[in-house]
């Protein structure tokens, strides 16, 4: 295991509370802006998770570690990801940050012994998102959008938030295309953003498609 992982381990007494271990961990590395973010992304994650019949805890679990990965420096992401056998795609190469999903999905299993699958996936594409999402990832997904961590408020956030109140795919769509038409804005095009704008369109399409049929079929 590379070196900054065994590290990890070392910084702290962990205890059954992930929770307070990580934002210790991310505190302990002086990454309180990411702190304060995961903290809030995490009660957002369980809230949507609560409006969207998911399960909370697991949400929250989710969104608290979501950039854990926070505690590696920029340029040894590739470098650890390397050691981890995580599979790097070019433009993760092009641009390392991006890469920060995998790397964190792997923190929380290793360090912090997430086995949950579920957890552990919408961790790992929470940046970017993919084709054929679960609730849970689109959740953590969103959750990170709207309690970004930047001033203000996001440009996206009265769409998205119009979107929620349709379904939680309408709502993530809101974000998915805003970047998809702002692709010049971005360091890197990841191709799970594209499979995840082209499986959302497709979603979206079918269930419009479905609500006119139904429309006709009460209007005959
Ligand atoms: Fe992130
Ligand atoms: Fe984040």
Known sequence: MHLLLL????Q??????????SIK??????????????KCVAIE???????FGENCEDARLAGVLHDISAVIPNDKKIEVAESLYIDI????KQFPPIIHQKLSKEIARIVFGITNERILNAIGCHTTLKDNPTPLEMIV???????????????????VQEGLKQSLENGVFAFVKYLYHNQSSLKVVHPWLVDA?????????????????????LIK
């Open 7 to 10: 590290e990890l381990r070392n």
């Open 89 to 92: 795609l070019s433009e993760e």
């Open 12 to 21: 702290l007494e962990f205890t059954d509370d992930i929770f307070e271990d």
């Open 25 to 38: 961990l991310l505190s302990k590395y002086n990454k309180i802006i990411v702190a304060e973010h995961s």
């Open 141 to 159: 997904f969103i959750a990170d959008k709207l309690k970004w961590d930047q001033e203000g408020i996001p440009p996206y956030f009265i769409n």
């Open 45 to 51: 994650a369980g809230q949507l998770a609560n409006v």
């Open 197 to 217: 704008y082209d499986y959302l369109r497709e979603f979206i399409c079918e269930q419009r498609a479905e609500s006119y049929e139904n429309v006709d079929i």
